[in-house]
């Protein structure tokens, strides 16, 4: 019985160490968590006080730059203000030195008619040869001043004359820059136009033979009725053809035409100004030309030609051949337009 005691006695003993254990463990791997994130959280903070402090110091480095210009552009005003007030102040010294001296010359005048006179008289002519040296002393003194006048003057003249000659410099490479880039866009010009030309002559041998497909002025024109049917914009059997022989032309001078002309084939769709009913596929003139445009592009590409060498614009009833509503007229504004330009 005893002993029956004892054992449960000593059963309800045996959780304790293992609790005990197991908190210190739970708050050993807590501790350790907590390191880690204090490291990271330090770690962390280093790192963005570093990306601070050099944005600020670029910053500072802007800042400086942008004060620098300011300052350098205002500086060839500030020289000139200064040289006109200096010389303001010149003239003003001169006119004092002038008149110093006409009361210089005054007082001996006054001295030499006085020679004669009484004791009142030395008295007032001691008075005045004190003024008169004075006087002298001053007109020194603004000699001294107007020479020192004439000597900054000289200086920042100077000065000005050396910013005004960089000006000048800056201004002849910026004059030199722009005749350069003009002739060599002019050249470049000059040999696209040449190789247009050689497009346009390949496209007359091509489709001379007929009477609806022309060149009007740098452009070349398809009728409308040539490539689709109306209000459509799917290119028909017999516009499929001419089309063909198009890509054909197109491929041969997009070989011969250097990369660093930056042609394209720009493939402009037109209407006549009759509006659309608004029931169909397309709501106006816009929209069909505009799709009939892109349908004209579309199979250039399907033929071969470069899709980066290929612009498609719509331009409605907007840009007319010829005005009037007469069938003649209305026929010659229903084109497609082709025209190789520069991009």
Same mark, same amino acid.
């Given at each position: 019985m005893?002993?029956?005691?004892?054992?449960?006695?000593?059963?309800?003993t045996d959780? #304790?160490?293992?609790?005990?254990d197991?908190?210190?463990?739970l708050?050993l791997?807590?501790i350790?968590l907590l390191s880690?994130?204090?490291l990271?959280q330090?770690?962390?903070?280093?790192?963005?006080?570093?990306?601070d402090?050099?944005?600020?110091?670029?910053?500072?480095?802007?800042?400086?730059?942008?004060?620098?210009?300011a =300052?350098e552009?205002a500086?060839g005003? !500030?020289l000139?203000?200064?040289?006109?007030s &200096? +010389?303001?102040?010149l003239?003003?010294?001169?006119?004092?030195?002038d008149?110093?001296?006409?009361?210089?010359?005054?007082?001996s005048n006054q001295? /030499?008619?006085?020679?004669?006179?009484?004791? +009142?008289?030395?008295?007032?002519?001691d008075?005045?040869? @004190?003024?008169?040296q @004075?006087a002298?002393?001053?007109?020194?003194?603004l000699?001294?001043?107007?020479?020192a006048?004439?000597r900054?003057?000289?200086a =920042?003249?100077?000065? =000005?004359?050396?910013?005004?000659?960089?000006?000048?410099?800056?201004q002849t490479?910026i004059?030199? &820059?722009g005749?350069?880039?003009?002739?060599?866009?002019?050249?470049?010009?000059q040999? &696209?136009?040449?190789?247009?030309?050689?497009?346009?002559?390949? &496209?007359?041998?091509?489709?001379?033979q007929?009477?609806?497909?022309r060149?009007?002025?740098?452009?070349?024109v398809?009728?409308?009725?040539?490539?689709?049917s109306?209000?459509?914009d799917?290119i028909?059997?017999?516009?499929?053809a001419?089309?063909?022989?198009?890509a054909d032309?197109?491929?041969e001078p997009?070989?011969?035409?250097?990369?660093?002309i930056? #042609?394209?084939?720009?493939? !402009?769709g037109?209407? /006549?100004?009759?509006?659309?009913?608004?029931?169909?596929r397309?709501?106006?003139? #816009?929209?069909l030309s505009?799709?009939?445009?892109i349908?004209v592009?579309?199979y250039?590409?399907d033929?071969?030609? !470069?899709p980066e060498?290929?612009v498609?614009?719509?331009?409605?009833?907007?840009?007319?051949l010829?005005?009037?509503d007469?069938p003649e007229?209305?026929?010659?504004?229903?084109?497609?337009?082709?025209?190789l330009?520069? @991009?």
């Amino acid at each position: 019985m005893a002993g029956s005691r004892l054992r449960r006695r000593d059963a309800r003993t045996d959780y #304790w160490p293992g609790f005990v254990d197991a908190m210190a463990s739970l708050l050993l791997v807590i501790i350790f968590l907590l390191s880690i994130f204090v490291l990271a959280q330090f770690f962390l903070g280093q790192q963005l006080s570093g990306r601070d402090t050099v944005l600020n110091r670029l910053n500072a480095q802007i800042s400086e730059l942008t004060e620098l210009l300011a =300052l350098e552009r205002a500086s060839g005003r !500030d020289l000139e203000d200064t040289i006109a007030s &200096l +010389t303001a102040n010149l003239n003003d010294a001169e006119s004092e030195r002038d008149r110093l001296a006409g009361l210089l010359d005054a007082s001996s005048n006054q001295a /030499d008619q006085a020679g004669g006179a009484v004791a +009142t008289l030395e008295t007032a002519l001691d008075a005045e040869k @004190r003024i008169s040296q @004075r006087a002298l002393s001053q007109v020194e003194l603004l000699n001294q001043q107007i020479s020192a006048l004439r000597r900054q003057i000289g200086a =920042l003249e100077s000065a =000005l004359e050396a910013s005004e000659s960089r000006d000048r410099e800056s201004q002849t490479k910026i004059a030199d &820059l722009g005749r350069r880039l003009n002739v060599a866009l002019a050249q470049r010009v000059q040999e &696209l136009s040449r190789y247009r030309s050689d497009f346009f002559g390949r &496209l007359r041998e091509i489709l001379s033979q007929r009477s609806d497909i022309r060149v009007v002025g740098d452009r070349f024109v398809f009728q409308s009725e040539v490539l689709f049917s109306s209000g459509e914009d799917t290119i028909n059997p017999a516009g499929e053809a001419e089309l063909k022989k198009l890509a054909d032309a197109v491929k041969e001078p997009a070989v011969q035409i250097p990369d660093e002309i930056n #042609w394209v084939l720009r493939v !402009d769709g037109h209407t /006549d100004a009759r509006p659309l009913s608004g029931t169909g596929r397309f709501r106006n003139n #816009w929209e069909l030309s505009a799709a009939r445009a892109i349908s004209v592009v579309r199979y250039l590409i399907d033929q071969g030609v !470069d899709p980066e060498r290929l612009v498609a614009a719509g331009f409605g009833e907007f840009q007319p051949l010829e005005e009037g509503d007469d069938p003649e007229a209305l026929a010659r504004n229903r084109r497609i337009e082709l025209k190789l330009t520069e @991009r």
